[in-house]
């Protein structure tokens, strides 16, 4: 059984944020070989159509409240798998190791003595906020930004006063704590009406992007839908002039992005 293990080879792979244009050369030839797939709920169908059509693919999804017993279950999964020998990918939203429960699985599975490969992939955490027109530092307006969970067991909670001094603040997984947290930054000290953006499905043809201010989300006014990317920081405001309609020869480009829905 050992020798077996030793054999195989999981790929850990970043699927990027929606789009498929946006999976990495490597992580496109990777799926193309992969024998069975085991995919997260935020893998998109147009990124799973790239890979080998002979695959078995296997649909791993947490939902809220399972996700230990989940977490148990894709490690069996992976572990039954690779002592087969079969090329196994296991393919996450954005990069495996942002969030995702990567470097876990990716421990657990040298533990067993399976080979890991690192596949690494684009981020919803940069991708889809740039791709929105809302880069992420400016010189002037924003010299750092940090990347954060809004998602925390409560023993765990996140100390946002500790994160309000950075200019540019990027929150994933926190829709269903997002008046909490604008509350605690203002509570830190940010400004109420600073500006922030949720930028739903991003890179996706379902994109739509929120503009609202710290005081309007804190007070409960913003209707934002899983999965989103939070930003909060005077970045936001670049948005507007860097997305308004040209009449340039890039109209052509234009038209190949996802549409853009403002509300
Ligand atoms: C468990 S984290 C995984 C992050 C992922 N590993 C990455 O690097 O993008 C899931 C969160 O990422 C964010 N997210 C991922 N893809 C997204 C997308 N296309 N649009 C908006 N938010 C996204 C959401 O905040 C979501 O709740």
Redesign the pocket.
């Known amino acids: 059984l050992i020798r077996n293990a030793k054999m195989s080879k999981v790929y850990l792979v970043g699927a990027g944020?929606?789009d498929p244009e946006l999976l990495t050369l490597k992580a496109a030839k990777v799926l193309k070989r992969a024998e069975v797939i085991l995919y997260d709920r935020?893998v998109s169908r147009q990124v799973l159509e790239q890979a080998n059509p002979w695959a078995e693919q296997i649909s791993v999804g947490k939902l809220c409240g399972q996700q230990q017993q989940t977490q148990q279950r894709i490690l069996a999964l992976l572990l039954h798998y690779a002592r087969q020998g079969k090329t196994v990918v296991r393919l996450?939203?954005?990069?495996?190791l942002?969030?995702?429960r990567g470097a876990e699985e990716w421990l657990f599975l040298r533990q067993q003595g399976i080979e890991v490969e690192i596949v690494v992939?684009i981020?919803?955490?940069t991708a889809?906020p740039g791709l929105a027109g809302i880069p992420l530092t400016f010189r002037g307006l924003s010299s750092a930004f940090v990347v954060a969970t809004g998602h925390c067991q409560d023993a765990d909670e996140q100390d946002w006063s500790r994160l309000a001094s950075v200019e540019t603040l990027v929150i994933?997984?926190?829709v269903g704590r997002r008046e909490a947290i604008a509350q605690s930054l203002i509570a830190a000290g940010r400004a109420p009406k600073e500006p922030v953006a949720f930028?739903?499905?991003?890179?996706?043809s379902e994109e739509r992007v929120v503009l609202s201010t710290l005081s309007d989300v804190a007070q409960g006014k913003a209707m934002i839908e899983?999965?989103?990317?939070f930003v909060v920081g005077e970045v936001v405001k670049l948005r507007e002039s860097l997305t308004a309609e040209t009449i340039s020869s890039n109209a052509e480009m234009t038209q190949h992005r996802p549409s853009r829905v403002l509300s």
């Open positions: 944020p929606g935020l996450k939203g954005g990069d495996p942002v969030f995702g992939g981020t919803s955490a889809v994933l997984m926190g930028i739903e499905r991003g890179t996706t899983c999965p989103a990317i």
